[in-house]
C-alpha cells in the first residue's frame, strides 16, 4: 500500500522559510513523478511544483525564485524548500506521486499539512 507523508509545516512569518518534506513506502513501482499541491480555503487544489523522473522541474508562476522542488535518487523522499514566504501562500500543501500505467495517470497523494504566513 502506497503511502505518502508529508512534514514541515507550520507557522511563519512573511519573508521567512519552511522546507517540506514528504516520505513515500509501500512503492514497488516506477513512480513518474513527484509533486507539491496547495490548497487554500475556499479555493482548488493547484500544483505548486513538480519533478519528473528526468529531473526536470515545473514550478506555478507565484512561486518561481522562490520555492525549491528536490528528491532523492531513489524517488522515495520529496522536499520542499521555501523561501520568502508570503500570506498568500498559506495552504494545506499536500505531497503528489504519479505514475503513468495502463494509459492512465494514478495519482497518490500524502494527508496534507497547514502551512500559515503571518503578515
Known amino acids: 500500500q502506497v503511502q505518502l507523508v508529508e512534514s514541515g509545516g507550520g507557522l511563519v512569518q512573511a519573508g521567512g522559510s519552511l522546507r517540506l518534506s514528504c516520505v513515500a513506502s509501500?512503492?514497488?513501482?516506477?513512480?513518474?513523478?513527484l509533486g507539491w499541491y496547495r490548497q487554500a480555503p475556499g479555493k482548488q487544489r493547484e500544483l505548486v511544483a513538480s519533478i519528473n523522473s528526468g529531473g526536470s522541474t515545473n514550478y506555478r508562476d507565484s512561486v518561481k525564485g522562490r520555492f525549491t522542488i528536490s528528491t532523492d535518487n531513489a524517488k522515495t523522499t520529496v522536499s520542499l524548500q521555501m523561501n520568502s514566504l508570503q500570506p498568500e501562500d498559506t495552504a494545506v500543501y499536500y505531497c503528489?506521486?504519479?505514475?503513468?500505467?495502463?494509459?492512465?495517470?494514478?495519482?497518490?497523494w500524502g494527508q496534507g499539512t497547514q502551512v500559515t504566513v503571518s503578515s
Open positions: 503528489n506521486a504519479n505514475r503513468w500505467y495502463n494509459s492512465r495517470w494514478t495519482d497518490y
Open positions: 509501500g512503492i514497488t513501482f516506477r513512480i513518474d513523478g
